[in-house]
């Protein structure tokens, strides 16, 4: 039969069991934190570097002048209003571009060229077109 003594020594032992178990994980939990923090900032500033040298490489080989956000705004805006009359066609907006000619540059390195950037089709628009055209009633003329 167990005394009270030992019970006491029992619970005391996995107290500092638990106690030892919890510290150790916790202390793995902020270093592994802290190596995802250090790789996401190791990929940010790579990404960075990406960036600047597609901008580099813009401007030495399109002598394209690095415009600033506002610009590419007032650029992207212009754009629409003179396509506002014409037929409506989808484009993707120049910081879009950008992006996509950057992450291009990061994956497939500085020989990798991007010659064209159009919108995908969405297969929801195409069936909604479907629905409306197929709830149409015609009249076979006899």
Partial sequence: ML??????????????????GYFLLLRRLKQIVTDRHMK???QLAALDDAIRAM???????????VVNQAQ?????ASQQEEAGNAEEEESV???IQA????????????????????????PWSQQGRV????????????
């Fill in 93 to 95: 907006a120049p910081e």
């Fill in 72 to 76: 590419l705004i007032a650029a992207a």
């Fill in 40 to 42: 996401v900032a190791d």
């Fill in 131 to 142: 629905l409306v055209q197929g709830s149409h009633n015609l009249r076979v003329r006899g």
């Fill in 99 to 122: 992006v996509i000619a950057a992450a291009t540059f990061a994956a497939l390195g500085p020989e990798a060229h991007v010659r064209s950037v159009k919108p995908a089709a969405s």
């Fill in 3 to 20: 005394h009270w003594t030992d019970l006491l020594s029992i619970l005391a032992l996995v107290a500092a069991g638990s106690l030892v």
């Fill in 55 to 65: 901008e580099t490489r813009i401007t030495r080989h399109h002598a394209v002048p």
